[in-house]
């Protein structure tokens, strides 16, 4: 049975820093492309980092210079370090990853950002 499990949200306030993380089980992320998502109310899911099976990374153009995805292999998990973050940052943030021909979500973690 897959589980990805987030964590590393919270409250900060606008220029601070927090790093999420997504935990598996029961999958190989190094396998496949681990995105991270994020959902602010009222608003469609939307796709923030993504990283491949060969470690490259793509950004939304909101959070380039800003968020860093990266995989630690060993761990079996994968990372969003947010800095400089912005009240329009505040949302839901959700790991996703495609792999068995189905489509895997954690439970997400709040994230809020006070100006």
């Known amino acids: 049975q897959v589980q990805l499990v987030e964590s590393g ?6 220029g601070g ?4 993380s997504c935990a598996a089980s029961g999958i190989i992320f190094s396998f496949y492309t681990v ?5 602010a109310p009222g608003k469609q899911r939307e796709l923030v980092a993504s990283i491949t099976s060969r470690g490259y990374t793509n950004y939304t153009d909101s959070v380039k210079g800003r968020f860093t995805i990266s995989i630690d292999n060993a761990k079996n998990m994968v990372y969003l370090q947010m800095n400089s973050l912005k009240p329009e ?7 996703n990853t495609f792999g068995n021909s189905r489509s895997f979500w954690g439970q997400g973690t709040q994230v809020t950002v006070s100006s």
Not at 9 to 14: C, E, R
């Open 17 to 20: 820093s927090l790093r999420l």
């Open 9 to 14: 949200g919270g409250s900060v306030q606008a």
């Open 35 to 39: 995105d991270w998502y994020r959902q």
């Open 89 to 95: 940052d505040t949302a839901v943030y959700y790991c």
